[in-house]
């Protein structure tokens, strides 16, 4: 199943969005000694009646340049019941809505009028008596397949698929290539009811030889490095802001690099696409990339890396040109909150919110605006403002260490002594003692929301979760058990405070211009989940394609990350929730390879009491992160867990932090 979730990128894109992109070559999938022509030549017109040669269909596909998927672009397809089955396949650059079609080419003039875009989907997607038969024909180039496709929500009956199936098959060159692809589970439902002409592809079959992966789109120049993924995290081996670097396998984690190339498929929320993201790096895939011959010619050489949505290009330039680039290109500089030291109480979190990140962190201020939220499962928890990290740092000379390790030129310019010195600062903090009169508070406070409970300690700074800069993954939580004797509560919250001082933490706030000095941790406490049902994360916006609302979710079984799967093969499962649409179908993109053939992680009512509460999140926070015109997504921290007492598994919101990342 690796990498086939990438199916719905393109089937949203020409569905409800928009089709397909650079013209393909003549011989995409037809035969040009065929039937003339129906488009004149070098026109692009609104809409033909048929497609009799590979030119008509290259005059009317697109494909958007925002789309995640190379290879595939569409002609968006219109039955009209009510003028004698007339069939339209429309330019889906021009038209890149059903409705903007329809309302202009065929609403009255002797037709019957065509009402509001709402009208329209509600009736043309979902009612039994439609006038319009609404779907696309997309050319997979990987697959060499061309497909019919509808909506994954659309409820058309198998009669409606076969009526337009007809029509497409009699009008169009590629007719006796076509097959039906079923786009969500709902979809699939009706492959039994078609008879045997309509022929099937599923997504599995589209995908089975996918080797290109646009992640995070961009250029970058650098000099091309290739590393072994267990190197880097055996520190025999170190990337450098300047590397345009190519893995054999997709990282956990990974320094800042100038540009990204995995010889491993992706997901769009691997930990290492959030980081190139965040950072605003080119990150692909390619299948094979470390014995690319066009790559492996350019081995340690200075080159430009270009990654658009359907494919890439790199190229050697000299280094006068890429320090020239670098120049130009410089990161701008993150503005994080000024600290804010006059707080010094352990506050409850529904007294939090999400503008207290100068005294409790991002974290734990957007957790506070979480336990606002009426009805949402969000666990008991208070947060630790930062004045107590500041106060040890100026107890135990922390802010002079860093400042001397700033000022040494060896620090600067050796990788190895750079990452040795940060060890032993992490090493200091581990020792070095916490005020009493701290400890003593926690102490109180922890004995007096979560007596003799499991909690977890988590890290929340306010160089994280800020506009342009999350910080995801930078820093360490950890768990406090107070019947474990072998761990101490003093050393565990140590612990989160060295975790500032992380090795990629400190490189991100170097890249994004971020001084160490007006940077602290808080804390964010609540109980621990030790037998947790299932952990995921979900985006609350369709990253595909926004106009078709949708929550894209990755979800695993008990505690096994999804962000971070511990490798050998461990996938997650990938879905989008088509919370909006009449019966909220599931279009499933991947499935958990730690559960049973055909099972899935979540059950379907699982799947409806989650997308409740991912609405309740993604309105809540609305009016502090949305902005006109851009696309808007929390990206959202879940778990389902049995507590203690309870006989059914519930889902608990655990994070919220707005989503930086491209989208269509």
Not at 29 to 38: E, L, M, Q, V, Y
Not at 279 to 286: E, H, I
Not at 438 to 449: H, I, M, P, V
Request: proline residues 7%.
């Amino acid at each position: 199943m690796k990498g086939t979730w990438l199916w719905c990128c393109a089937l949203l894109t020409t569905l409800g969005c928009s089709g397909g992109g650079d013209a393909a070559d003549a011989d995409a999938g037809g035969d040009t000694s065929g039937p003339a022509c129906t488009v004149p030549a070098g026109e692009r017109p609104a809409f033909a009646h048929q497609l009799t040669c590979p030119a008509d269909f290259e005059a009317l596909a697109w494909r958007p340049p925002d789309a995640a998927i190379p290879g595939a672009k569409s002609s968006k397809t219109i039955v009209d019941t009510a003028d004698s089955d007339a069939l339209y396949f429309l330019n889906a650059e021009t038209y890149p809505m059903h409705y903007a079609f329809a309302q202009k080419y065929l609403s009255g003039k002797g037709k019957p009028l065509v009402k509001d875009a709402s009208s329209f989907s509600a009736q043309e997607y979902f009612s039994p008596t439609r006038r319009f038969l609404l779907g696309a024909v997309t050319f997979y180039e990987g697959a060499g397949v061309w497909a019919y496709e509808i909506a994954p929500y659309d409820t058309a009956s198998a009669d409606m698929v076969v009526r337009a199936w007809d029509l497409l098959v009699a009008a169009t060159f590629f007719g006796p290539q076509l097959r039906f692809h079923p786009t969500s589970d709902a979809v699939a439902l009706l492959v039994p009811l078609l008879p045997e002409r309509v022929k099937i592809v599923t997504t599995a079959e589209l995908f089975a030889g996918l080797s290109f992966q646009p992640l995070n789109p961009g250029v970058a120049v650098g000099q091309l490095r290739f590393y072994q993924v267990k190197d880097l995290e055996a520190q025999k081996a170190w990337v450098t802001p300047r590397d345009v670097a190519v893995l054999d396998a997709v990282p956990n984690d990974l320094s800042v690099v100038a540009g990204l190339i995995t010889a491993e498929l992706q997901t769009p929320l691997s930990h290492v696409n959030v980081l190139s993201q965040n950072r605003g790096t080119p990150n692909m895939a390619l299948v094979g990339a470390q014995v690319d011959s066009k790559l492996k010619s350019l081995q340690n050489k200075w080159v430009r890396l270009t990654v658009t949505a359907f494919d890439w290009q790199i190229e050697e330039v000299t280094q006068a040109e890429a320090d020239a680039w670098w120049e130009a290109h410089k990161p701008g500089v993150v503005q994080v909150p000024d600290l804010d030291l006059t707080v010094t109480e352990l506050r409850d979190c529904t007294q939090v919110s999400a503008t207290d990140t100068p005294i409790f962190g991002g974290k734990a201020s957007n957790y506070g605006q979480l336990c606002q939220i009426p009805t949402l499962p969000v666990p008991p928890a208070f947060a630790v403002p930062v004045f107590y990290y500041h106060q040890f740092a100026v107890q135990n000379g922390l802010y002079e260490r860093v400042a001397a390790l700033e000022a040494d030129p060896k620090f600067v310019q050796d990788p190895a002594y750079h990452q040795s010195k940060l060890q032993e600062l992490r090493e200091f903090v581990l020792t070095a003692p916490l005020d009493p009169a701290f400890l003593q508070t926690l102490r109180a406070r922890l004995d007096e929301k979560f007596p003799n409970q499991r909690v977890r300690l988590r890290s929340s700074t306010n160089a994280e979760d800020l506009d342009g800069f999350t910080g995801a993954g930078l820093y360490t939580s950890k768990t406090w058990d107070p019947a474990d004797p072998t761990s101490a509560l003093e050393d565990q919250v140590r612990k989160v405070f060295a975790s500032l001082w992380n090795d990629r933490a400190f490189e991100e706030r170097a890249w994004r211009g971020i001084p160490n000095d007006q940077v602290a941790m808080a804390l964010l406490v609540h109980r621990g989940f030790p037998t947790e049902d299932a952990n995921g994360v979900a985006l609350t916006n369709n990253l595909f394609d926004p106009m078709q609302p949708a929550f894209y979710i990755n979800v695993q079984t008990g505690d096994t990350p999804v962000v971070r799967p511990p490798g050998d093969g461990v996938t997650a499962e990938q879905f989008l929730y088509f919370y909006a649409y009449p019966g909220q179908p599931i279009s499933y993109l991947g499935q958990s390879s730690l559960v049973g053939a055909g099972k899935t992680v979540l059950t379907v009512d699982q799947v409806h009491e989650l997308g409740k509460q991912l609405v309740k999140v993604h309105e809540a926070f609305a009016p502090i992160y949305a902005k006109p015109g851009k696309f808007y997504a929390m990206d959202v921290e879940f778990k389902f867990d049995t507590a203690p007492g309870d006989t059914v598994s519930k889902v608990w919101i655990k994070q919220a932090r707005p989503h930086q990342g491209w989208a269509q």
